[in-house]
């Protein structure tokens, strides 16, 4: 029996433990972060954010998934956008990024405006997390108030990026669920995530594994990417396909559909149904687009939640690509 000294002291270690994580490092970020120290930020962004998606649409999920990148290398802190130096080489060129990611020149742009309203205040990190909000709105999606207060790293890594954080498009149902799991995130955060893929494209190289060899695939719609896909290496590597053919540049709940119909154009697609555990997730959302938009809300302010760094620590850089 626990005596009630021993009680009282066990109450004051549980209440000290909870202050401690109450104000880890993701509970520092707050949605007012800039309210009084730059005013104009959130107006600023969405205008750049606006006219980049204007010109071309494939850039608000570009900059959605440049958010996602660096997330889930060493958290949300902007590395991904470091240029390599004589003494280290970044990101950028790392397997999951090379030749796929993209979008640079307009963070650039973004953090330019930026800077001209409030210099030196604003972080790389946080401009990547309100462009990825700013984007998915703009193309149909939902809108949520992100949380800010992130700083920049003054690192970046190379081997961390080719690790396989980042699940590549042949990963495996058991393989997407662990790497989302080791961030920090669920199965059920994993699918809702994956539906990010009711816009941008994909290269060739990508999926044309999937689209010759694979056979829980509608074959119209085989035939169709196989257009556009030359079965020989090295030929048409880099032609684009929409990773939603109905509405490529709509953010809705047609991906869904499309997995249902053996109709997703990358094997980390189709994986999430194909007779596992996420498929009946796959069913509620292809049925209730506003659940889809709901827990996307939920599981990318959970995911810009990962690690990031506060305080004193990193920097807020005046250059994207480049440490003060």
């Not at 958290?75 to 280290?88: N, R, V, W, Y």
């Not at 790392?94 to 650039?108: E, I, L, M």
């Not at 973004?110 to 800077?115: A, F, G």
């Not at 990358?266 to 796959?282: A, R």
Request: proline content about 3%.
């Amino acid at each position: 029996m626990v005596s009630s000294s021993s009680s009282s002291v066990l109450v004051m270690i549980v209440s000290l433990l909870l202050i401690v994580l109450i104000g880890s490092s993701s509970a520092q970020l707050r949605t007012d972060y800039y309210r009084k120290a730059c005013p104009k930020l959130l107006s600023t962004v969405r205008s750049a954010v606006k006219s980049a998606v204007a010109k071309e649409k494939r850039m608000g999920a570009s900059l959605l998934r440049l958010h996602f990148h660096d997330c889930f290398v060493q958290g949300c802190d902007g590395s991904i956008l470091l240029d390599d130096t004589s003494s280290m080489t970044g990101e950028k060129t790392a397997g999951p990024n090379n030749n796929s990611v993209r979008g640079f020149n307009v963070v650039d742009e973004i953090k330019s405006k930026v800077e001209s309203v409030c210099p030196s205040i604003v972080s790389c990190a946080d401009i990547l997390a309100i462009a990825a909000r700013d984007s998915v709105h703009l193309l149909g999606g939902p809108k949520w108030d992100v949380k800010l207060g992130r700083r920049d790293s003054r690192t970046a890594s190379l081997s961390a990026a080719n690790s396989g954080v980042i699940p590549p498009p042949t990963s495996t149902l058991n393989n997407l669920i662990n790497r989302f799991q080791a961030r920090g995130l669920s199965a059920k955060d994993m699918v809702v995530l994956s539906g990010a893929h009711t816009i941008g494209q994909a290269r060739c190289t990508l999926f044309r594994n999937r689209v010759y060899n694979e056979t829980n695939i509608d074959t119209s719609f085989a035939r169709t990417r196989q257009g556009n896909c030359p079965r020989m290496s090295g030929s048409g590597d880099n032609n684009l396909s929409p990773l939603d053919l109905k509405t490529p540049a709509h953010f809705d709940n047609t991906y869904y559909h499309n997995l249902i119909n053996k109709k997703g154009l990358l094997h980390s697609d189709q994986v999430l149904y194909n007779g596992g555990s996420t498929d009946s997730l796959i069913k509620s959302y292809s049925n209730n687009a506003k659940a889809f938009a709901d827990d996307f809300v939920s599981a990318m302010i959970k995911m810009g939640d990962i690690t990031p760094l506060t305080g004193s620590n990193g920097e807020i850089r005046k250059n994207c690509r480049m440490l003060n």
